[in-house]
Structure formats: structure tokens, C-alpha cells
């Protein structure tokens, strides 16, 4: 099992599109719930955020790889979980 990064930064509608998605996924994929996740707000820390090759938010990482980037869709997002597990 590897960890899940998410970049996001608060007021970001897409951000919370994708929260609302993991919820959802969840719910269909309780295993998933196991998998370690960080979710970093990219303005709150942005010494993280730099250390990263993304653009837009929400983006996903598994690991060092990222899967997701931008407008989220729930396939995408579960793809990442199902890449994690």
C-alpha cells in the first residue's frame, strides 16, 4: 500500500469536488479508507508544494507518481486508490 498526496488549497471548488468524490468512493470501497493519505493546502505550505511538478489543483499523487491533475473525475480519483492499494 502506498500513500496518497492530495494538493488542494481551500476555496478551490474543484478541491471540493474531489473531497466530495473521495467520500463517495469510500463508501463504494471501504478498503480504500486504509490507504494513508495526505492532503497538503499548497498556499498553507507552499515549501511542500514546490517540491512538486504540478499546475493545478486537485492534483494526486501516488508515491512520487502523479495520476491526477486538475479537474477531477470520479474514475480518475479512484484509479489513484486503486494504484495505492
Known amino acids: 500500500m502506498k500513500q496518497v498526496i492530495m494538493f488542494m488549497f481551500k476555496g478551490c471548488p474543484h478541491c471540493k469536488r474531489a473531497r466530495e468524490m473521495i467520500v463517495e ?44 491533475e486538475g479537474v477531477p473525475s470520479k474514475e480518475a480519483i479512484e484509479k489513484v486508490f486503486a494504484r495505492a492499494w
Open 25 to 68: 468512493i469510500f463508501a463504494e470501497h471501504p478498503e480504500y479508507a486504509k490507504i494513508p493519505m495526505t492532503v497538503i493546502d499548497e498556499k498553507e505550505n507552499p515549501e511542500i508544494a514546490n517540491q512538486y511538478d504540478y499546475y493545478f489543483v486537485p492534483t494526486f499523487y501516488v508515491g512520487s507518481e502523479k495520476m491526477m
